[in-house]
């Protein structure tokens, strides 16, 4: 049995990670529906039963705000704190978006590690070369020239492509929610 | 009715509802509460999503009684919107009443 008391101050707490204007402003609807509901004669507790599991509209709303949020800047945190809060939304969601993101997203750093150890390795061998004689300078010096220019390549490369892949997993956060809601566009 | 199936009809609905006029949050949650089962309180996320889409834009108006109330304005794109998704799904339950009354013949 839920006042509206206990049903605002719970919604209140599931949303804190919101900031305050747009809390404030999402809490005002649940607000304003208590009092239409007093004033036509209905119970707290009824008006409360009618509303739902707080969990379930916060969850929600959450996610609404998580891809508005990696939409509007760029970071992989957010991101993620956009695929976490689809996750948060139902077992299909780990199998169908956490899983691929994930093993994406390994994929890329993996890409991204070779690219920096390739090009680490250029220099050391240049350095390798230059205080202990493995090879001659020459060699050495084309070596590093050669795995330079492969990480510069693989960094162009990359660049785009962790772009696409951000852009890839927003549209698909957004294709998948329109789906859990129902409609395709 | 399947959850995700019906929230997909809400949206629809929604728009439909504020086509004669600007509701306000409450009116539009009880309307649509009373001919689906669904969490009257699930309308609010919606409401706030389509409003954010530019679906919907919201002004607060004093009321006689108690506080001031959100009410919920179609823009021209919630207009073109709506418009595209019964389309949609009219050729949608098209196609299923087809494959059913396909399917039943004697």
């Keep these: ?185 | 009715m399947n959850i995700q199936f019906k929230k997909g009809v809400l949206e629809i609905c929604v728009l439909v509802l504020a086509t004669r006029g600007d509701r306000y949050g409450y009116e539009l949650a009880v309307k649509i509460s009373e001919k689906f089962e669904v969490a009257v309180g699930s309308v609010y996320p919606l409401l706030n999503r389509l409003t954010q889409d530019g679906y919907f834009s919201t002004y607060l108006k004093e009321s006689p009684e108690g506080p001031p109330r959100k009410y919920y304005h179609l823009t021209p794109e919630g207009w073109n919107h709506m418009r595209l998704l019964i389309a949609e799904w009219q050729d949608f339950t098209r196609a299923v009443n087809e494959i059913v009354e396909e399917g039943l013949k004697p």
């Design chain 1, 1 to 185: 049995m839920r006042t509206r008391d206990s049903y605002m101050m719970e919604l209140d707490h599931l949303l804190r990670v919101i900031p305050e204007p747009q809390r404030k402003e999402w809490l005002y609807d649940y607000y304003l529906h208590f009092e239409q509901a007093a004033q036509n004669g209905q119970s707290e507790e009824e008006a409360a039963r009618e509303l739902g599991d707080p969990r379930s509209i916060a969850s929600e709303l959450l996610l609404g705000y998580r891809v508005d949020q990696a939409e509007t800047n760029n970071s992989f945190g957010k991101l993620s704190r956009a695929v976490f809060a689809t996750v948060s939304l139902g077992l299909f969601n780990i199998i169908f978006i956490l899983g691929p993101y994930l093993a994406l997203a390994a994929i890329l750093l993996a890409l991204w590690a070779t690219a920096v150890a390739i090009g680490v390795a250029g220099i050391g061998i240049v350095f390798e070369s230059l205080w202990n004689g493995t090879f001659s300078m020459a060699q050495a010096l084309a070596v590093g020239l050669i795995s330079s220019s492969i990480t510069i390549l693989l960094i162009v490369g990359l660049k785009s492509l962790t772009t696409s892949f951000y852009k890839m997993t927003l549209k698909y956060l957004k294709f998948n929610t329109r789906i859990l809601r129902g409609n395709s566009k």
